[in-house]
């Protein structure tokens, strides 16, 4: 079975940084999409930054210039570099992934999500 797990979430002070981690684990012949989430109490869940197949990435207006999202093919891990951190960033973040199971370009796409890491940006 395939398996997320994220790590790197905690207390920062604002204008820190953190570095979120997401680990597939499992039966995986191709990843297409990784991307991270987030979820604030009260808020609904929001697409923070992700990567397609091709590489090109795509960003919440909010986290433009401040945070990077990155992939270590071989390692089957995605990435999240979070900089300038703020206020508002505090949220818990969730790893999101699209793939195939085998090999293939025209078999079935699942769709894994992690648990969750909470990250609190707070003096």
């Known amino acids: 079975q395939v398996q997320l797990v994220e790590s790197g979430g905690g207390l920062v002070q604002p204008g820190g940084s953190l570095r979120l981690s997401c680990s597939v684990s499992?039966?995986?012949?191709?990843?297409?999409?990784m991307g991270w989430y987030r979820q604030a109490p009260g808020k609904q869940r929001e697409l923070v930054a992700r990567?397609?197949?091709?590489?090109?990435?795509t960003y919440e207006d909010s986290v433009k210039g401040r945070f990077t999202i990155s992939r270590d093919s071989a390692k089957n891990t995605a990435y999240l570099q979070m900089n300038s951190l703020k206020p508002a960033d505090t949220a818990v973040y969730l790893c999101?992934?699209?793939?195939?199971?085998?090999?293939?370009?025209?078999?079935?796409?699942?769709?894994?999500w992690g648990q969750g890491t909470p990250v609190t940006v707070s003096s």
């Open positions: 499992g039966s995986v012949s191709t990843i297409l999409h």
């Open positions: 999101h992934v699209h793939l195939r199971v085998y090999p293939g370009t025209t078999g079935p796409v699942d769709r894994y």
């Open positions: 990567m397609r197949s091709g590489d090109s990435t």
